[in-house]
Antibody, heavy 115, light 112 residues
Framework: EVQLVESGGGLVQPGRSLKLSCVAS????????MNWIRQAPGKGLEWVAY????????YYAETVKGRFTISRDNAKNTLYLQMTSLRSEDTALYYC????????WGQGVMVTVSS | DVVLTQTPPTLSATIGQSVSISCRSS???????????LNWLLQRPGQPPQLLIY???RLESGVPNRFSGSGSGTDFTLKISGVEAEDLGVYYC?????????FGSGTKLEIK
């Protein structure tokens, strides 16, 4: 069974940093591209970043470019999102999802940016 | 960036009724490799989204065949042939042809 489990969220002050993790199981993680998507409270889905299976291709939304870094450790079956210079508008539920088709999603991890 | 315009924003249907959701793109979603990476997702209340349709019209495994997708280029449609109670939620189209990837604004399906 494919599983994606996010962690690392919490309450953080504006301007600070946070690193999210997404641990994958039930499939060969190193064969698949991965995404981060977020959803602000009561709002729609916003794509954040994508990383290809071998980390050769990385893309970001303009809203996070230069502040967020997506990475992965295929030996640990783990996807990461390093978030710096956090703003109140980054407050959201953050999901990881598999491949271009978004075929599997985690349950999400909440990030709240507030003083 | 590609803008996906979904209509209608809300939809109210009775059980058994057939409904359609439109997703229009600001540019063609045909990739240079010949694929069109337009997918449809359903987010039920309190749940993460789930994939319904990928590559415009391919039904994800385990998804009921009352769901179907069609379209090409810039115009795409999700059709539900015979709405059931479990279909309530918010439907999103998402494109992964052009980076940055983008989601439509969503269509909320309510059951009368």
């Amino acid at each position: 069974e494919v599983q994606l489990v996010e962690s690392g969220g919490g309450l953080v002050q504006p301007g600070r940093s946070l690193k999210l993790s997404c641990v994958a199981s039930g499939f060969t993680f190193s064969n698949y591209g991965m995404n981060w998507i977020r959803q602000a409270p009561g709002k729609g889905l916003e794509w954040v970043a994508y990383i290809s299976s071998g980390s050769s291709y990385i893309y970001y939304a303009e809203t996070v470019k230069g502040r967020f870094t997506i990475s992965r450790d295929n030996a640990k079956n783990t996807l990461y999102l390093q978030m710096t210079s956090l703003r109140s508008e980054d407050t959201a539920l953050y999901y990881c999802a598999r491949r271009y088709y978004f075929d599997y999603w985690g349950q999400g991890v909440m990030v709240t940016v507030s003083s | 960036d590609v803008v996906l315009t979904q209509t209608p924003p809300t939809l109210s249907a009775t059980i058994g009724q057939s409904v359609s959701i439109s997703c229009r793109s600001s540019q063609s979603l045909l990739h240079s490799n010949g694929n069109t990476y337009l997918n449809w997702l359903l987010q039920r209340p309190g749940q993460p989204p789930q994939l319904l349709i990928y590559l415009v019209s391919r039904l994800e495994s385990g998804v009921p065949n009352r769901f179907s997708g069609s379209g090409s280029g810039t115009d795409f449609t999700l059709k539900i042939s015979g709405v059931e109670a479990e279909d309530l939620g918010v439907y999103y189209c998402v494109q992964s042809t052009h980076a940055p990837f983008t989601f439509g604004s969503g269509t909320k399906l309510e059951i009368k």
